[in-house]
Structure formats: structure tokens, C-alpha cells
């Protein structure tokens, strides 16, 4: 497959009569988005807001993130299977807002959903503090339930930045790069003296509001398999899921993997990218060998030098890592775990629920027990009434001065496991 991703250098976002993108400003008429939004029944009302990087401004309790893309022509449209027809994506031109983002908040649906601060401390730990933000407040109808209300609001924000992305398809890129995945018998051909070396991307599917989805598919629904790189930069991989906010892959990460950005960059010089391979994370024993069986076994028949296993979440899916991690070891192909830890505040607990002498190249992305303390903001972009109870906070997170005191947990992106973020160690 091959994918020529156009860039259109997003400098400000605007509200406007007219929706459009002049000069590096994206001009948003918000009643147009309003009635898209509110097509949707279950969706009572919807506010726009801009958060501008350098703004005194929280956004919280933060759900998704979206970059606003288009496909300008080839293969099929965005986000394939959730708001466009299942066509298989990755292949054509697509056009991408970069500096832009649309981000979804409103009442909570799960404990496990975050902060954006674009300014001070907190705004250190989260990438979506140096974009500028479109953010859709959503209120549901009083009927829903938690799972009707996260897929109204998933589909929106979907539907919000697949209309922002069309505004691009007459605007010359800034910059276009071209990505190129070869089949696997044609690049053992093309690069025959590099490392063979793949990624296998664990995606959170562990339900009760831990899903992602592949081509509208909930990811538990399906046994490990092959997905071309490209096809996440047309939105093939959507998060719908709750888990913790420091290392959730919001679909803005699923849209610009930096693993896969690495791989493609390194790809013909130093190695041969050749396969990128997809699992699930389950709650139950007998799943979690299912898949990490699939997986070490589709390795194997790949005849893979190394391999590269992002995770997503913390606690039970450590079983999965570790797992995956010792079956592909015990193939004979070399791993490298990206993670993070939930070491306690002072570090000195154990980082993961499980372990393996053969888990010993690990790139991990940050403590997410780590405290830190948030000073008030002169604005709120959605509401600070759920503060102390997403994942991160505590009775008495918020003093009287209005400073919030937080587990970095809190903070979107803050410890992501697609080393999405400024904090590392080897």
C-alpha cells in the first residue's frame, strides 16, 4: 500500500460565519457543527469552545481526541466502518490538519478520563497543550446509559473532525509525506540484508468501557491479526474506551503512532519494516492465551528478527504484555516492550502486575502515581465536578484556592504507551 499524507499547517482556529481554512487558520461556523451534532437524538445539546496553546485554560473531563482528516482520493474514506463504508483504507492521498485537534468533553461516562491544560505544569505532560483545540461539550439525553452516551459522543467527534477535515481538499499540503508498505514476499526481496523487524500494537479491549475498534469492529470480537501501517493514518483503529487518561491512545495517537512513524522513517536504512500485526487485551486467562498464541505463532510464520509490543492500560494487561512478550522471546525473535508503571508516589512499588526474566528490553514512559499539583486556570472548558473521581484524584484534590492536587494519571497522554510523550527511561 502506499499512502501520500498531505500536511496543512493548522497556526489558529476561528469561529466563523463560514467554515473554511485560509491562511493557516481554520474558520469553524459552530451552528453548522451544532446541527450535524444534533442529528444524533441521543445527544440533547452541544457548546463549542477554542483552547489555544499558551491559554489559561483546563479542558476537562476530557474523552477523545480526533485530528480532523480527509481522503482526497484512493482506497476508501476515513474512519472506514464507523461513519464511512467498510473499504479497506491506507492507500491514495489524505489530508491532515496538523496542529489541530477536536476534543470531546461533557459529563462523565467513565472514572477513567482526563485533564488538558494548555498552560503551566500540567500542560508539560500532555501533547493536546501545543495543538490548537476545537472542544465539543456534549450533554446527553437524560435516558442514556453510560455505553449509549460514549458512542453517541465517540460518533460526534468522529463526524466533527471528518467535516473539518473536507475543508482541506482544495488546499495545497504544506508538506506531504509519502508512506509505502510493501507485501511481505516483495520487501524480504527489496531489503534481503536488514533486520526483519515488526510491530505488534496490543489494543485495550477489556469492555465495560475499555474498547477500541478496527473498521467498526470491537477489537475483543477478533483473534490477532495483520493490519497495513497505513491503514491507522486513515482511521481504521478509533478509540472508544475509558481507561486511565495518561495512558489512553486517544485516536489522534492511533492516527499518528509514533512507533509507526519510527519504523517507516528507519524503513530501507537501517531495516526492513515488515509487518504490522494487531491483539487484543482480554480480561480472562483462557483469552489472554488465545491471542498472545496468535500472536508469537503469526511472528514465527513471518520469520521476524525483532519485534517491537506497545501496550495499552496497566494492571491486568500486563498479563498480556508479559505474555506475548515471553511466547515471542521463546520463537527466537527479539522484543521490546514500551509500557509504564504504577510504581506508587514514591516509586517504590512494584512497576507491573506481572513479569518475566525474558521481559529485558523495556522502554517505559513514566510513573503514573507520580503527584503533581495543577493551579487554578482562569477558564474551564466542561466542568470540574468530577475531578476528584476520574482516575488520579482523590477526596480533597481540589483546595479551596482552587489548585488541584493529582496523580499524573490524571492528565491526557501524561505516561503514553506509544511513547507519545516527553517522559522515558531505558
Not at 460518533?155 to 508512506?179: C, N
Not at 489522534?252 to 503512532?257: E, G, I, K, T, V
Request: hydrophobic fraction near 40%; include cysteine; glycine fraction near 10%.
Amino acid at each position: 500500500m502506499k499512502l501520500e499524507l498531505g500536511y496543512i499547517d493548522i497556526k489558529d482556529i476561528k469561529f466563523s460565519d463560514e467554515s473554511k481554512i485560509k491562511d493557516g487558520v481554520l474558520y469553524v461556523n459552530a451552528e453548522e457543527l451544532k446541527k450535524l451534532v444534533l442529528s444524533d437524538e441521543h445527544i440533547a445539546s452541544v457548546s463549542f469552545d477554542i483552547a489555544r496553546p499558551g491559554e489559561s485554560v483546563r479542558i476537562t473531563p476530557v474523552k477523545d481526541v480526533i485530528e480532523p482528516r480527509a481522503k482526497i482520493s484512493g482506497g476508501g474514506d476515513m474512519f472506514p466502518g464507523i461513519i464511512s463504508k467498510v473499504e479497506t483504507v491506507g492507500s491514495g492521498k489524505t489530508h491532515a490538519l496538523r496542529g489541530a485537534a477536536v476534543v470531546t468533553v461533557g459529563k462523565i461516562v467513565g472514572f477513567q478520563e482526563g485533564i488538558v491544560d494548555m498552560k503551566g505544569p500540567g500542560a508539560e505532560y500532555t501533547p493536546f497543550s501545543k495543538t490548537f483545540n476545537l472542544v465539543a461539550d456534549f450533554t446527553p439525553q437524560d435516558s442514556l446509559t453510560a455505553h449509549e452516551y460514549e458512542k453517541a459522543i465517540r460518533m460526534a467527534g468522529f463526524k466533527i473532525a471528518y467535516a473539518l477535515g473536507k475543508l482541506s481538499a482544495d488546499i495545497t499540503p504544506d508538506e506531504i509525506k509519502t508512506y509505502e508498505y510493501l507485501p511481505i514476499m516483495d520487501g524480504a526481496k527489496a531489503y534481503p540484508d536488514l533486520p526483519r523487524v515488526g510491530y505488534v500494537l496490543m489494543l485495550q479491549s477489556q469492555g465495560l468501557l475499555h474498547d477500541t475498534y478496527v473498521y467498526g469492529v470491537d477489537m475483543k470480537q477478533s483473534l490477532t491479526t495483520m493490519i497495513s501501517p497505513t491503514e491507522t493514518m486513515d482511521g481504521a483503529i478509533v478509540s472508544g474506551n475509558c481507561v486511565s487518561a495518561c495512558d489512553k491512545n486517544t485516536t489522534y495517537h492511533h492516527q499518528n503512532n509514533p512507533v509507526v512513524a519510527d519504523l517507516f522513517e528507519r524503513h530501507g536504512k537501517t531495516l526492513n519494516f515488515a509487518a504490522m500485526i494487531i491483539t487484543n487485551e482480554n480480561v480472562y486467562l483462557a483469552d489472554k492465551q488465545r491471542s498472545s498464541d496468535w500472536t508469537a505463532k503469526m511472528v514465527e510464520y513471518l520469520n521476524l528478527d525483532g519485534v517491537i509490543i506497545s501496550q495499552e492500560g496497566f494492571g491486568n494487561p500486563d498479563t498480556d504484555l508479559i505474555m506475548n512478550c515471553a511466547k515471542i522471546e521463546k520463537t527466537g525473535t527479539h522484543t521490546v516492550l514500551i509500557t509504564d508503571e504504577y510504581a506508587g508516589r514514591d516509586g517504590g512499588s512494584q512497576s507491573l502486575a506481572d513479569a518475566n526474566p525474558l521481559a529485558n528490553a523495556v522502554v517505559t514512559a513514566g510513573n503514573a502515581n507520580e503527584l503533581i499539583v495543577l493551579p487554578k486556570l482562569d477558564r474551564v472548558i466542561g466542568t470540574l465536578d468530577f475531578t476528584e473521581k476520574i482516575a488520579g484524584g482523590f477526596a480533597g484534590s481540589v483546595d479551596k484556592n482552587g489548585n488541584i492536587t493529582v496523580e499524573i494519571q490524571a492528565i491526557t497522554g501524561a505516561t503514553n504507551e506509544l511513547g507519545f510523550n516527553r517522559l522515558s527511561a531505558r
